[in-house]
Nanobody
């Protein structure tokens, strides 16, 4: 089973930036659609951004223009660059990947992002 390991979370001030990384344990990563989800206590996971194996990206409206998802297939890594952070972005962020429709079958353990006002 492919493992996904996130890093890069932490504390940021409103208006600041963080970059999340997710490393996959297998080169099959290059064939997967990858995504970042987030979850706050008491709420369902929310799809934030996705990127296909060919590099097509999609974002939820709330993060458009602030967040950028990208991938480096040579490093089996997907990134989420988060700029202009808002307190509402506070959540646990999860990396997800797999073939075809989202969510894919593999999940990371999550990384906490906290944005202070």
């Amino acid at each position: 089973q492919v493992q996904l390991v996130e890093s890069g979370g932490g504390l940021a001030q409103a208006g600041g930036s963080l970059r999340l990384s997710c490393v996959a344990s297998s080169g099959i990563f290059r064939l997967w659609t990858m995504a970042w989800y987030r979850q706050t206590p008491g709420n369902q996971q929310e799809l934030v951004a996705s990127i296909t194996s060919s590099g097509s990206t999609e974002y939820i409206d709330f993060v458009k223009g602030r967040f950028t998802i990208s991938r480096d297939n040579a490093k089996n890594t997907v990134y989420l660059q988060m700029n202009g952070l808002k307190p509402e972005d506070t959540a646990v962020y999860y990396c997800n990947g797999g073939f075809g429709r989202l969510p894919g079958g593999s999940w990371g353990r999550g990384t906490q992002v906290t944005v202070s006002s």
